[in-house]
DNA sequence: CTCCCATCTGGTCATTGACAAGTTGCGCGC
DNA sequence: GCGCGCAACTTGTCAATGACCAGATGGGAG
């Protein structure tokens, strides 16, 4: 921010703090539009530098990606971490993909991603090791439940409830309330003892 | 080289059945490498036309990746309408996402769609209302569980177990067994009167 | 003060999506 | 059985893009 980019006329040879000012206005094209409308040289273009600027901070387009995917990894990382029980993990894991909508789709689209990246996979680390505490969490008193499959059980509830939400296809059922208040009420259903629908096949 | 290709006889100006052969390779590439690795001129050489045939059948892009998306909504209606009950129904969901994972990933990417389309817009009714139908199975005396909860918990659970599955988060969690298999024990865990690993907070 | 080198510039090339205008030949109407 | 409309396909073109390269710049270490 101690750039004078309010003033376009005096841009200094060096911006500053190009990197980040890249990743945000990546942020912002992404959040809008999805990572298909991302254009490195519109990038470029708005953070006031050449065409060829960002290839020095993130190589190519997966460079980028893949540093905004590390990024994302560590802030979900972070907000698991506050979590006091899963069911508010799940919470926190939904208001992530709320708050940080392109991190979000970034992190699980590895086919855009640099997936040998180190900063990436130390970056996963964190956050799955987050998402295992917080399952861990869990009074492991579930006799015939796997921990394992707990897991897969809470992490695919809460990332398939944030994926429909931001695809805006729980906005019917949303009717205008909070996504996170009603993750809350599902999560409540199936997790609660005794309260699950019955799928009645025994 | 006006090789007649390997497909029967030489080719012709009219390639016969070129809409299904540029869906055919299109679908190939997305399932191997994403819908971001899609290149019209190269389904075109790949089907041996000029690089502007394919957009007599789908106009552009969105067009093609929409054709995609509803073909891909039909399937999953279809897939869905043969299953039983809610969870079978669940492993059906994710049955389609392993075998047709290119159609799959499109469905819910909204921001590659042409998103007014009619065609689209009819084949999503055609799966949700197969969805609905699949949750309106469940015997209605879940007295506390709203039938909108349960769709959205359903759903959700489906759509985040197929999801991190297509993306390679579940491999360690899997380790080597059948994903259908997997799903159908964590629906199990979760969808059967106090079985349920509780969070404890009440 | 000087020099190193991270940062940024300008240029280039192949590839792509989209559009425009022309060509081919299937099949329908007569 | 025959011409003709129209869908299917063609070639040509243009602006935009990602990636790469050699060179200019200037902040800061020594």
């Known amino acids: ?3 004078p980019r309010s003033t376009p006329s005096a841009r200094p040879y060096h ?4 990197r980040r000012a890249i990743m945000s206005a990546a942020l912002e094209t992404i ?9 490195l040289r519109d990038l470029a273009r ?12 993130f190589k190519d387009r997966a460079g980028l990606l893949t540093a905004i995917a590390a ?4 802030l979900l990382a972070g907000a698991l971490r506050e979590a006091e029980d899963l069911r508010e993990a799940g919470v926190r894991y939904v208001r992530f993909a709320r708050e940080h909508p392109a991190h979000f ?8 991603l640099r997936t040998g990246d180190v900063e990436l996979i130390t970056a996963q680390a964190l956050s ?14 579930d006799r015939g439940v796997e921990s394992r499959l707990a ?7 809460a990332h398939g409830f944030a994926t429909l939400l931001l695809a805006h296809n729980l906005d019917d059922a949303l009717g205008g309330g909070e996504p996170e208040e009603m993750f809350r009420e599902v999560a409540a259903t199936l997790f609660r003892p005794g309260a699950g629908p019955d799928t009645d096949t025994a």
Chains 1, 2 share one sequence.
Do not use: I, N
């Open 1 to 3: 921010m101690a750039t």
């Open 15 to 18: 911006h500053g703090d190009l």
């Open 31 to 39: 959040a809008a539009d999805g990572p298909a409308a991302l254009s």
């Open 46 to 57: 708005r953070a006031g530098v050449s065409h060829a600027a960002p290839a020095h901070h």
């Open 71 to 74: 990024e994302g990894h560590e």
């Open 105 to 112: 789709q970034v992190m699980f689209a590895p086919q855009l």
């Open 128 to 141: 799955d090791a987050a998402l295992r505490d917080a399952v861990a969490g869990v009074p492991a008193r």
């Open 151 to 157: 897991g897969v059980a809470a992490w695919s509830l």
